[in-house]
């Protein structure tokens, strides 16, 4: 069995991966967008890549399924974070965490008025930190995907979700109102393995860190 394994989801935050690995040397022999692998090998027999759900890559590392794994900073913040390091923000896979409404809603004065919003999100406890720093009463409606949509058809009078270029909101009639945080792509790290395997970690963490772009 290969002495690293990283876990890693498809699509963006892979994608952006890429260049970090190829700076330790390591390079995929499959591509996940069109291999149904969901462990695949690299060119180093002591480095292999598991791929997972975006929201299941900090279990895998907490577990010890996974010694290494990227992930967003957005789905680090509903995970306990229980037995993971996290010595580096990759600095990829940049967006912000927003509060959007309808573009008819006036956001500000439910605000001044102190009304109980219902708000549909992904990310409960992020929202539920955030209105109550803001000393406000929201009910927090957990959705899945098409977040767009619960405005749309009065489930929620607000979002809170990613945005990269806002054209999704834009699209369906939705506004940004409110930054919560910036989010970026995480590398962590079992603590454990860091330990254990030191001696093979140290390295890709040195690699990993030289490679993350100085300038933004």
């Known amino acids: 069995m290969p002495d ?19 700076a330790a040397g390591i390079v995929p022999s499959d591509d996940p967008d069109t291999s149904r692998k969901l462990i695949i090998g690299t060119n180093r027999p002591d480095v292999r890549l598991v791929m997972v759900r975006a929201t299941d890559v900090p279990t895998y590392v907490q577990y010890g399924a996974a010694d290494l794994g990227v992930a967003g900073k957005d789905v680090l913040l509903e995970h306990d974070g ?31 008025r102190g009304a109980r919003l219902r708000v549909a999100t992904k990310y409960v406890k992020t929202a539920r930190n955030h209105f109550a720093a803001k000393g ?3 009910d927090l409606i957990k959705l899945y995907g098409s977040m ?11 979002i809170v979700d990613l945005v990269s270029t806002g054209s999704t909101l834009k699209a369906n009639h939705l506004q940004a109102i409110e930054e919560i945080m910036p989010i970026s792509a995480r590398l962590i790290v079992n ?26």
């Open 4 to 22: 690293i394994t990283i876990a890693l989801s498809k699509g963006r935050i892979f994608e952006d991966t890429i260049p970090f690995l190829k």
């Open 82 to 112: 229980i037995g993971l390091y996290q010595p580096l923000d990759l600095k990829i896979a940049r967006c912000r965490m927003m509060v959007a409404v309808r573009d008819d809603y006036d956001y500000a004065s439910a605000v001044f």
């Open 136 to 138: 406000m009463h929201v």
């Open 148 to 158: 767009e949509l619960a405005p749309l058809v009065d489930l929620a009078d607000a």
């Open 191 to 216: 603590q454990a393995a860091l330990k254990l395997k030191n001696t093979a970690i140290q390295p890709l963490l040195e690699t990993f860190s030289a490679a993350v772009p100085k300038n933004l």
